[in-house]
């Protein structure tokens, strides 16, 4: 009786497992079978997704291909218009649809966007405020569509992608952006590289739990990373960093930070090194050249109290050779 019984559940096994199989093999190639049908399809697939953006979508070209389980769609020349007639533009996009998910939900899921060549512009203002341009002056509804899309989707990527920033002291910055933003369940973890024309370098890895966009619901670590050609450099960052010193700098550095969260900055620590300086006093009263430079601070909380330690401090300048303990 045993050995019927567990022939009848290893047939039962053995065929479920070849009936998906097979059903497997069916889904992919009627997807793969279906793909060539997008082209003629432009017009109503378009249709369909600008009823599901804030903005007017437009392409001089829309392929499909099929990527593992999932279609995605290929999108050549891509302009986004918004109410207000201000638009973006870039040089190739991709989106691959999440099909499960879209059949439980009943909507449109995505699971990967990829864009490349979007050009953006933006200011900084006099009182340290970013603005980016392109996404509409009435950018509420682009903003809550923009977060809803970042909490669900499970891949983000932009690639080959400028922006043009115009500084309160009016010059005009361009960067080069890569970016690249991961969801596994809560955990999201975010990879940047950004590249201006005067030289500078920097990288910002991100890894936390919950929603980035609600403060009290997000804990996690940042690391960033700036190569300077010049500390000069920075005056022209000045509102977006804060209270000027009366220290001037300049000369090749780089900076170091980590940064603690939950519910709000938990701890931050950070490190300078950089050689052939020259700090100069507001004024031009005092001038030094140093040759090496590292040191060392942390800002940490304890209760409702900030407290600020600085590291080691080395100095090289004119033949001394200064080192200083943690304070």
Known sequence: MESAFYNRLSNLLWGSIVALVVLIAVYVSAGRLLMPLVDDNQDRILAQLNARTPFTLSTAGLTAQWRGFSPELVFADLRLEFADNEELLLKRG??????????????????????????????????GRFLLHGFG???????????????????????????????????????????????????RQLRAQLESASG???????????????????????????????????????PLLGPSLPIQASGAA????????????????TRLTGEELRL???????????????????LQQRGQRWTLFTGQLALQSGGVDLQLPRL
């Open 94 to 127: 991709s989106v691959t649809v999440d099909i499960w998910r879209s059949l439980v939900s009943g909507s449109l899921r995505l699971r990967s966007l990829r864009l490349e060549g979007l050009a953006l512009a933006g200011e900084m203002t006099a009182e």
């Open 200 to 238: 500078t370098h920097l990288t910002v890895l991100a890894d936390g739990l919950g929603n980035p966009f609600v403060a009290d619901d997000y804990s996690g670590e940042v690391y960033a990373r700036a190569a300077l050609a010049d500390l000069a450099q920075l005056a022209s960052w000045q």
């Open 137 to 187: 002056r009435r950018g509420d509804d682009t903003r809550v569509w923009l977060e809803s899309l970042l909490l669900d989707i499970e891949q983000v990527t932009l690639a080959d992608n400028t922006l043009e920033l115009m500084l309160p002291t009016g010059v005009r910055e361009t960067v080069e952006l890569d970016l690249t933003l991961l969801r596994d369940g809560s955990r």
């Open 280 to 298: 100069q006093v507001e004024g031009g009263s005092l001038e030094l050249p140093v040759e090496a430079l590292a040191v060392d601070a942390s």
């Open 254 to 269: 780089e900076i170091e930070a980590w940064l603690s969260w939950s519910k709000g900055i938990s701890g931050l620590q």
